[in-house]
């Protein structure tokens, strides 16, 4: 017989919880103090968040689309994860996936009508996240420039640490995008960050402004992309301390092209 008592382990998990929210803030502090403050952790970021979620309170009533195990959307798209890093997007089975997370096919269908629509859920879900940790890396209080360098070092270590979602976020499974608005959003939405920061260097003057926004925003997306594509595929090989060189040798160019004309 199961003798643990769930308040008590409601408690731990808010104390293990809090214990990270500290170390993730100190690590905020410091990146105010200095350009040269290491990037919150990634994992110790996603791990609050799930902690956070788990931890928030539940509905009186479940929707109809949620099972004994948790929210079934989800689920599926957690499991379509876990197998394509297993045996790769190609070798995905809705059967396999419904098998795994304990329903039956049909169930499956009732959410996504075919393989596509799923993967495009799980595309949304990489944006979503991805838009979550460069909101947090690189925050309104930074001053500008500091805010897009930290934005560049964030979207390359979540590319870097996820390469899978890079996959599917960007590559040629996913056919007709044009389908899926919400895929759409929430990519348009993964550039909200860095508009801003765009309008706000414009408006401190720090930024040039005989060029439009969206040329600028477009050249450091497409400038900073390129760069990851290149790391990501291992066209461009090295460790940590090459990525570095590389990432900061993109920043002063982008600087360099940002700037107004002296």
Known sequence: ???QDPASDTA???????????????ALEEAHLSEQAALPPLQVFQQVRRQRAQLRPQAATKP???YHHGNLRESLIAITMQQAEAKGLGELSLRAIAKEAGVSAP????HFKDKEALLAAAAEHGFQELLAWLEFAAPPALPVRQRLKRFCQAYLRFMLSYPLYFQLMFGADIQTRQNYPGLISA???M???????????RQEGLFRHDVSTETQVLHCWSSLHGLTSL?????LDGDDDAQEDSL?????????????AT
């Not at 169930?107 to 009732?110: D, E």
């Not at 790391?231 to 066209?235: A, D, E, G, R, S």
């Not at 900061?248 to 107004?260: A, I, K, T, W």
């Open 191 to 201: 550039l909200a960050p860095l508009i801003q920061m765009i309008l706000s260097g």
């Open 248 to 260: 900061r040798e993109l920043l002063s160019q982008l600087f360099l092209s940002l700037q107004p």
């Open 64 to 66: 109809k689309d949620t």
């Open 187 to 189: 990519q348009e939405n």
């Open 1 to 3: 017989m199961n003798t």
């Open 12 to 26: 731990h998990n808010k104390n293990e919880l809090q214990a990270l929210e500290t170390l993730l803030t100190q």
């Open 231 to 235: 790391l990501v595929l291992n066209v």
């Open 107 to 110: 169930a499956l269908y009732r």
